[in-house]
């Protein structure tokens, strides 16, 4: 059995196995611009949703291997916006490609070849052929400490003001998972995929109260407050 203490002991193993223990991870691929008008995209593997009413998302930006804050970090704290754009299967390449470190003048969406599609309500390109875009505003930054020369990170927190779906991922309503087929980071240099064979349900028992959550229904649980919603379960 390998137990060890992270900066204190060895793990004995030939990688660090420590990104390889929290997966899958959602990809934040953030497109931000700066103050004088260049396009930036990146992905971040340490990316998540934080709450639903209203949504919040965040983003863990690590340092360079020169100490320097990454240009998402710097951009979207300097606009006070930013987007999400689901990083898929078919776009695979490009988000590798837009992970590479470039300088701070170069636009990733030209280097991975990917069209833009404007922002409707901040001012920020997004990946057109991504079927699922969230529009940021810029909330706070967490900044917290680690070893050089890249452990120190910012904790970029957003709140999503806009969501764009594509009807082309959609059945009967819902988002279709077998459609949108979202890529993950898992360790070292692995990646995975989310296929409809993959996708399966389980309703929680008890109250059904708890589904609103679960399902992160806002307009739902705004009507709870009040007592003037009588929710049922799931396939009810």
Request: glycine letters at 8%.
């Amino acid at each position: 059995m390998v137990f060890y203490e992270p900066g204190k002991t060895s793990h004995g193993l030939p990688r660090d196995p420590y990104k390889a223990c929290v997966v899958p991870r959602p990809i934040g691929w953030i497109s931000t611009r700066n103050k004088d008008g260049v396009d930036n995209l990146a992905p971040y593997s340490q990316f998540n949703n934080l709450t639903f009413d209203p949504p919040y998302v965040m983003i863990a930006a690590n340092v360079d291997l020169n100490e320097n804050r990454k240009d998402t970090t710097v951009n979207a704290e300097s606009a006070g916006e930013f987007c999400w754009n689901v990083a898929t299967y078919d776009l695979r390449e490009a988000v590798n490609a837009s992970a590479e470190w470039f300088d701070r003048g170069v636009d990733e969406f030209q280097r991975a070849n990917l069209e833009k599609e404007q922002a409707k309500l901040v001012n920020v390109a997004m990946v057109k052929a991504s079927p699922i875009k969230f529009e940021c505003k810029y909330y706070t930054t967490l900044r917290l400490p680690g070893n050089p020369p890249m452990g120190t990170v910012d904790v970029i927190v957003g709140r999503v003001i806009a969501i764009h779906i594509d009807d082309r991922v959609l059945t009967n309503g819902m988002i279709d998972i077998g459609k949108v087929v979202p890529i993950a980071r898992c360790g070292y240099h692995q990646y995975t995929v989310v296929r409809p064979e993959s996708v399966f349900e389980m309703v929680i028992p008890g109250n059904p109260k708890q589904l609103v959550g679960l399902e992160g229904n806002a307009s739902v649980a705004s009507t709870m407050k009040d007592g003037k919603h009588d929710v049922k379960p799931t396939g009810s």
